[in-house]
């Protein structure tokens, strides 16, 4: 069992160590992001969080917020294309590795993946599907599915907190390649072409602006986020950092 007393921005300031080449090679490892929203959600479930190898700071808010508050610069890491997929999608061409998709809706699905292989015509995408399961039965079977597949890279997008579960559980049993979480990108690659944010709002650092503007089910959540994350986040960084420090202090007793 992994401990939920860690401090996730010490995670994040970990995780930031090892370059993405480094992080596509290193096999049998899992990764996930965190923005304001999810990391309030990521507090109240840190055991999970824990069985993660690596996350990022999905967000220019958290990655201020680290440097104001733990003095440590890390890169603003999102899985969408102004960040990570860019450099995913040029590997796994490269070398000849294979993905494979869980994740949004299956006409989304179906649309991204096209999109997706309409401007990376090399990329090997073995197989894909959408990330609604109708019984753990079937996620059972298609966690198998995956771990006898065993593709390179796998990219779920569930939703938070979903979509941590399976892509621990199919670590859990067996799957040997690397495994991120996505969020929304399958959904936003599906509506659009395959850049999302526009070149304006991205050099502005207005993504999750531009986002509530495009999708109204953000809003309500990053409100709320705007309020609460400031608090957690002061609270995890003056009172259980001092408390594993105490903890650890009398351990060495």
Request: net charge positive.
């Amino acid at each position: 069992m992994v401990k939920s007393n860690f401090v996730l921005a010490e995670k994040i300031v970990i995780t930031e160590k090892n370059t993405l080449e480094e992080i596509f090679e290193r096999q049998g490892r899992i990764y996930t992001f965190l923005n304001p929203v999810s990391y309030l959600l990521a507090l109240e479930n840190k055991e999970l969080f824990g069985c993660f190898d690596g996350i990022f700071a999905d967000g220019s808010i958290l990655v201020l917020a680290i440097r104001l508050l733990y003095g440590k610069r890390v890169t603003r890491r999102s899985f969408d294309m102004t960040s990570i997929v860019p450099e995913l999608l040029n590997y796994v061409t490269k070398n000849d590795k294979t993905i494979y998709i869980v994740a949004s809706k299956q006409e989304a699905v179906d649309r991204a993946v096209e999109i997706i292989r309409e401007c990376y015509p090399a990329v090997k995408i073995i197989g894909y599907r959408n990330g609604y399961f109708s019984s753990e039965e079937e996620m059972r079977m298609e966690t198998e599915h995956i771990v006898e597949l065993n593709p390179d890279f796998l990219i779920v997008g569930m939703g938070v907190l979903i979509q941590e579960d399976f892509l621990f559980r199919v670590k859990k049993n067996g799957y040997l390649g690397v495994g991120f979480t996505c969020g929304g990108f399958i959904h936003q690659t599906s509506k659009s072409e395959i850049n999302y944010y526009p070149k304006w709002v991205n050099k502005m650092n207005m993504r999750f602006v531009y986002r509530m503007y495009k999708e109204k089910h953000t809003r309500k959540r990053y409100l709320l986020a705007a309020f609460l994350f400031p608090l957690k986040f002061i609270r995890e960084r003056f009172f259980l950092q001092r408390y594993n420090k105490l903890l650890c202090h009398q351990n060495e007793k």
